[in-house]
């Protein structure tokens, strides 16, 4: 990586860490100023701006997230650098536990409206009450993360990142091709894949619990299977490029929302199976993975950062 690429890497790890209101502007101003300071410095030195100035000086400027806590209130749990970070952690993780604790009590019969309200209770004396032990257990974790930093500074030290570059992800990219192609035919035909791996011994009961309906086979099936298989060219020219470009993101993005309407389609249209109780098991397979495929593009929308020239933004003191 060149000085310039340094520094770029160095601001987007500062700038993601902020309120994305103030993001963009602090990355502009923060990249100016770096820009000056290692000029500066290779001036002073007689020699040119090179990778081992510009990382000798992203070093002494400080850790990411301590330059980001300039930029913004601190929060003072456990220690101010990782306060956002903790109370990330804590949201989302008793977010999770309450959701599943909600869906555990709601999916008990209720007939009236005493038997919601029993659940309703049962939920908050047997889920949100002792879910407690998350920000606690998350404290402790966080403590002995800053301990260990004070200890042992040097491990701490910036390192870039180069997100965008697959060199080490080729084998998991090729493994994922393949995924795509194998889930693809049992998604054609789960009962032949039961034959395979059953050797032909599956049992007709088996074999008919996983009919799909015909309803499914004609409208949603082959949006779904046609989206599914969109991913191998995608997932090709990112190889052959060696990383994500920006339209190959944007690409990708499209073509996972589009992925989440057709399998929101699914769920709320009918059945899927023939058997009930394979419906209600790969229905609520299905609620995750959109969970999961909608979560990481919120997450990637916000650690996204475009410098922009703005009004004057000052760490704090």
């Known amino acids: 990586m060149t000085a310039n690429d340094l520094i770029e890497a160095y601001v987007a790890d500062v700038a993601r860490r902020l309120p994305r209101a103030q993001r963009n502007d602090v990355a502009f101003e923060l990249r100016a100023l770096l820009g000056e300071e290692l000029q500066a410095r290779a001036e002073g030195a007689g020699r040119d701006a090179d990778p081992a100035l510009a990382t000798a000086l ?37 977010a999770i536990i309450w959701s599943l604790g909600l869906l555990v009590r709601l999916r008990q019969p209720i007939g009236s409206a005493t038997d919601f309200l029993v659940a309703l209770g049962a939920w908050w004396t047997g889920t949100v009450i002792p879910s407690l032990w998350w920000p606690g257990l998350l404290v402790v974790g966080f403590g002995v993360a800053a301990w260990t930093r004070r200890q042992w500074p040097r491990k701490a030290d910036w390192t870039p990142r180069a997100e965008d570059r697959v060199d080490a992800n080729r084998a998991a990219l090729a493994l994922g091709l ?46 779904l299977v046609g989206l599914i298989l969109l991913n191998v060219p995608l997932l090709i020219t990112v190889l052959a490029h060696g990383r994500w470009t920006v339209p190959l993101r944007r690409a990708h993005t499209a073509l996972s929302l589009a992925t989440c309407a057709v ?55």
Not at 71 to 93: E, H, K, M
Not at 181 to 189: K, S, T, W
């Open 58 to 94: 992203l070093r002494d400027f400080g850790r990411p997230a301590e330059v980001a806590a300039r930029y913004r209130p601190a929060l003072t749990i456990v220690d101010p650098a990782d306060g956002r970070a903790f109370l990330r952690a804590t949201v989302i993780g008793l």
């Open 263 to 317: 399998l929101t389609w699914i769920v709320l249209d009918g059945p899927m199976y023939a058997a009930p109780a394979t419906d209600r098991t790969a229905k609520g397979a299905i609620v995750v993975l959109i969970a999961l495929s909608v979560g990481s593009i919120v997450r990637q929308w916000i650690r996204s950062v475009r410098p922009s020239p703005g009004g004057p933004m000052r760490a704090a003191p």
């Open 178 to 223: 393949a995924g795509i192609v194998c889930g693809v035919l049992v998604l054609l035909d789960p009962r032949w894949f039961l034959d395979l791996l059953l050797g032909g011994r599956a049992a007709p009961a088996m074999q008919e619990a996983f009919a799909y309906t015909d309803a499914f086979r004609r409208r949603q099936a082959p949006w």
